[in-house]
């Protein structure tokens, strides 16, 4: 017998797991074993999915309608609900035949990334990014060029430094806003300003708006078409009801595209995974139909939970942790606790100070590196009060002494 030369592709091999769903694995490993693990690594609110949404699932289970394929890129009455809820959310008009329903908004991300970039393509990718971004770019052939900017500047990129990193080689710019990981918020001003930028250099725009509801005090989420309509024919859209209507366990999300683009993303679709299942989109249905009444109780919490955390965040020594304005997380500049020892440990950097707190603190937080850069970490406020107090004052204890 021979035995196969390789036998997990290249290509495979150069992309790592998703630091933070390895992260929240961990964390829940050691809690299972009765460790009292308190994790901040996955986005995930911990609220139940409203009720209404759920009984729109109940009512699609026992329909025989729903037992069988349906058209790979969604439901038509879901694709019309989402166009529908774009202009009625982001003041966008655009025709249901621009919407693909997806498997999350993982697979819209990679979708997107995969119908518009070829190999030795570049894609501006602002950092701190979510870790999915680089890998489905370097999936799709591309190559992905940090752009960074750092707690000085709320970790928001200018023009002036998109323009540096401009090649003839760029095809897209990743806009994210409000932000995972940071939650920075851009202004009008700032998007407006970037989306003009790209028009004006050819460059397409892949823009993921899942956190557009998940806004804080005076921040205003602007759709960077809504700043640049005269983008429309540049754009991808990225969105789902994971993050807005905690479903995150229902796998539904969308991409918007020009018509091309919508075709090349759905023939790999249906090559890929056909249509998502449809309970959960009659549940998506429902929940981009809706009102936003149980999103807005939502926010209240993750309001307070923000505030408290970015204050304790503070109060550690060596941890700089700017105020987040959108999304659920806080991201802490701790250059000024590395080189050090805590615990007994060297700590030199980010990855570092990690496995420290969760070794010795059992608190789960992730590492800057998995974003772009060491010297910074992740911390999701999607999760009660007292566990957030409880954790947060366990690394407070940890570092302070």
């Known amino acids: ?106 697979q819209a991300v990679y979708n997107a990334f995969a119908a ?57 710019l990743v806009f994210v806003s409000p932000s995972n990981p940071t939650g920075s918020v851009y202004t009008p001003e700032e998007t407006q300003a970037i989306g003009q930028w790209a028009l004006d250099n050819g460059i ?12 804080y005090d005076e921040a205003i989420f602007t759709p960077i078409l809504k700043a640049v309509p005269d983008l429309a024919n540049q754009t991808i859209i990225v969105n789902g009801v994971a993050k807005t209507y905690a479903m995150t366990g229902w796998r539904v999300g969308w991409m918007i595209a020009p018509a091309d683009v919508v075709k090349a993303a759905s023939t790999l679709q249906s090559h890929a995974t056909s249509n998502v299942n449809n309970i959960a989109q009659k549940a998506a249905l429902a929940a981009v139909s809706g009102p936003l009444d149980a999103v807005k109780e939502m926010l209240k919490a993750f309001d307070e939970r923000r505030k408290t955390m970015v204050k304790m965040l503070n109060e550690i020594q060596g941890f ?22 805590i615990a007994g440990q060297h700590v030199e950097t980010s990855a570092e100070l990690a496995e420290v707190i969760l070794e010795k603190a059992q608190v789960a937080v992730v590492p800057g590196e998995a974003f772009g850069k060491t010297g910074y970490i992740r911390l999701s406020y999607a999760l009660g009060l007292d566990d957030l107090t409880e954790g947060v004052a366990r690394i407070q204890k940890l570092i302070n002494g």
């Not at 959108?326 to 020892?341: E, I, P």
């Open 204 to 215: 397409w725009v892949i823009t993921d708006e899942i956190y557009e509801h998940l806004v």
């Open 320 to 341: 700089h942790c700017p105020t987040p304005k959108g999304a659920f997380y806080a991201y802490v500049d701790v250059t000024k606790a590395l080189g050090k020892d």
């Open 116 to 172: 518009i970039v070829d190999p030795d393509d570049e894609i501006l990718l602002p950092a701190p990014y979510w870790t999915t971004y680089p890998e489905a770019i370097k999936l799709a052939g591309g190559t992905p060029v940090d752009v960074f900017a750092g707690a000085e500047a709320e970790y928001k990129v200018t023009v002036e430094q998109l323009e540096a990193a401009r090649t003839e080689k760029t095809k897209a």
């Open 1 to 106: 017998m021979v035995e196969p030369a390789r036998r997990v592709s290249v290509r495979l091999q150069a992309i790592p797991e998703s630091a933070t769903l390895a992260i929240t694995a961990k964390a829940k490993q050691l809690k299972a074993a009765g460790e009292p693990v308190i994790g901040f690594g996955a986005g995930e609110p911990d609220f139940p999915t409203p009720d209404y949404i759920v009984e729109a699932a109940k009512e699609a289970v026992v329909d025989p309608a729903n037992h069988r394929y349906t058209p790979a890129a969604g439901l038509p009455e879901l694709r019309q609900a989402i166009a529908d809820k774009t202009l009625r959310d982001s003041g966008i008009k655009i025709d249901a035949s621009q919407v693909i329903v997806t498997n999350g908004g993982k």
